[in-house]
């Protein structure tokens, strides 16, 4: 199982964290990946002026916006699922 968590502290959501969820949570369901990907929220993930910030797996990534979802998605995410 792979785990996405997208921070949702107050900086993040101010920088749209909530739009990137939305993001990653289609994008999921696009490719069919429900039962491969564990998205869930997190609160400050210590990196409030680098947000929205995304952990996949427990690695960090930083300003993942909306322009970012479909390429982390890509090379991060799917790799994990053996995609």
């Not at 900086?11 to 491969?36: P, V, W």
């Not at 409030?48 to 090379?75: I, T, W």
């Amino acid at each position: 199982m792979v785990k996405v968590s997208i921070c949702v502290g107050s900086a993040c959501h101010m920088k749209g964290s909530h739009a990137t969820t939305q993001l990653f949570q289609q994008e999921i369901e696009r490719l069919g990946l429900g039962s491969q990907v564990e998205l869930s929220a997190s609160f400050c993930m210590g990196e409030c002026k680098s947000g929205p910030c995304v952990r996949v797996n427990g690695v960090k990534f930083y300003h993942v916006d909306q322009d970012r979802v479909a390429s982390l998605m890509r090379e991060e995410v799917l790799p994990l699922c053996g995609g």
